[in-house]
C-alpha cells in the first residue's frame, strides 16, 4: 500500500488595503453592496464602501458583535456586555430579546436565518478575567423574540454560517479547536451533532462558506485564515501580520475575501489608543454561499 500523500495548502497573500485606524473589527458581512461589521472595542456597528469610505451606522455602548437582516431588512446586533439582541429601526436600537438567563457571559457572533431566526454564541465563561474555560450553549431567537437554547456543551461557540439549502448550521468552537456542524429542523432546532473538521492548535473565530462547501476560517493566535473542507483537510491558507479575527466573503461575485485583523485585547482604553484593527482583501476562486 502506498503512502498517503500530504498535499500542502496553497498560500496567498492579502492584496488589497480596505481600512484602517479600526479598534477591534468584528463580525463583517457583505450586505447592499458594502461591506459591514462591528467595531466592538469601538463601540459602533460600521459599513464601508467599495471606494474605501468608513461609515459610523450606529453606536452600541454594551459592545456590537454579531450582526444579520431580518427579512423586512432591519438589522440585528449583538450586544456582548448587555447579553441582548437589539434591532436597528429608523436610525434607532430596540431591544429583541434580553439573552442573560440564557447566556452565562458576554455574547458574542451570530448568523440569521432566511427565517429571522438568530443563533447566538457567547463566551460560557470570565474570558477577560482569566477564568477556566466552561462548555456553553448557542442560543436561538425567534422572530417574535423568544429565545431558547439551540445546543449546548460549545466550548465557546464562535461563528456561524448556514449552508445555502438552509438545512445544516456549522459553528467554530474556539476553544475545542473544531468545526461543528448540526442539522436544522424546520422549527429551527439543531440536531446530528458532528464534528465538520478537527483543527488542533488553531482557535477557530470568524467564518464564512462558499460554494464548494470549504469553510475560511479565522484564527487569532496563529494570524492566519484558512480554508477548511469537511474532515479537516486545509486547502488554503493566508497569513497576517497580527491575529486574524473574521473574514467574510463578498464583492459583487462574493469572490472576495476580507480579512479583519489586528491585537486581540479585551482592554478597551488600551486598544482605542493603539488602533490596530485593519481590513484587508484578496480575491479567490471559489464565490461565497449560504449564510451570512
Not at 68 to 75: E, K
Not at 125 to 140: E, K
Not at 174 to 200: Q, V
Not at 254 to 272: I, N, T
Amino acid at each position: 500500500m502506498s503512502a498517503t500523500r500530504l498535499v500542502e495548502p496553497v498560500e496567498l497573500v492579502v492584496s488589497r488595503f480596505v481600512a484602517g485606524g479600526l479598534v477591534f473589527p468584528e463580525g463583517p458581512r457583505w450586505h447592499a453592496g458594502e461591506l459591514w461589521f462591528s467595531d466592538m472595542l469601538g463601540g459602533a456597528v460600521m459599513r464601508v464602501s467599495a471606494s474605501g469610505t468608513l461609515h459610523r451606522v450606529v453606536e452600541v455602548a454594551g459592545q456590537p458583535s454579531g450582526l444579520g437582516w431580518l427579512p423586512d431588512g432591519r438589522l440585528l446586533i449583538v450586544s456582548m456586555r448587555e447579553r441582548r439582541l437589539l434591532a436597528l429601526d429608523s436610525g434607532k436600537t430596540t431591544a429583541v430579546a434580553d439573552l442573560s438567563s440564557l447566556a452565562p457571559e458576554q455574547c458574542n457572533d451570530m448568523v440569521v436565518d432566511a427565517q429571522g431566526r438568530a443563533y447566538i454564541g457567547n463566551f460560557g465563561f470570565d474570558l477577560p478575567g482569566g477564568a477556566p474555560p466552561m462548555p456553553t450553549g448557542l442560543v436561538l431567537v425567534a422572530p417574535d423574540g423568544t429565545a431558547r437554547t439551540a445546543a449546548d456543551g460549545l466550548l465557546f461557540p464562535n461563528g456561524c454560517v448556514i449552508t445555502p439549502d438552509g438545512k445544516t448550521l456549522i459553528v467554530g468552537e474556539t476553544f475545542g479547536a473544531r468545526l461543528t456542524a448540526f442539522s436544522i429542523a424546520p422549527d429551527g432546532s439543531l440536531h446530528s451533532r458532528r464534528t465538520f473538521a478537527s483543527l488542533p492548535g488553531r482557535s477557530p473565530d470568524g467564518i464564512c462558506l462558499d460554494a464548494e462547501n470549504g469553510v475560511w476560517v479565522a484564527s487569532p493566535p496563529t494570524r492566519e485564515v484558512l480554508r477548511v473542507c469537511a474532515g479537516g483537510r486545509i486547502t488554503h491558507r493566508v497569513a497576517t501580520a497580527s491575529q486574524a479575527i473574521a473574514c467574510a466573503l463578498g464583492g459583487s461575485d462574493r469572490c472576495e475575501l476580507f480579512v479583519l485583523s489586528g491585537h486581540v485585547s479585551f482592554d478597551p482604553p488600551k486598544a482605542r489608543k493603539y488602533r490596530s484593527g485593519r481590513i484587508d482583501s484578496l480575491r479567490v476562486e471559489i464565490p461565497g454561499a449560504g449564510l451570512p
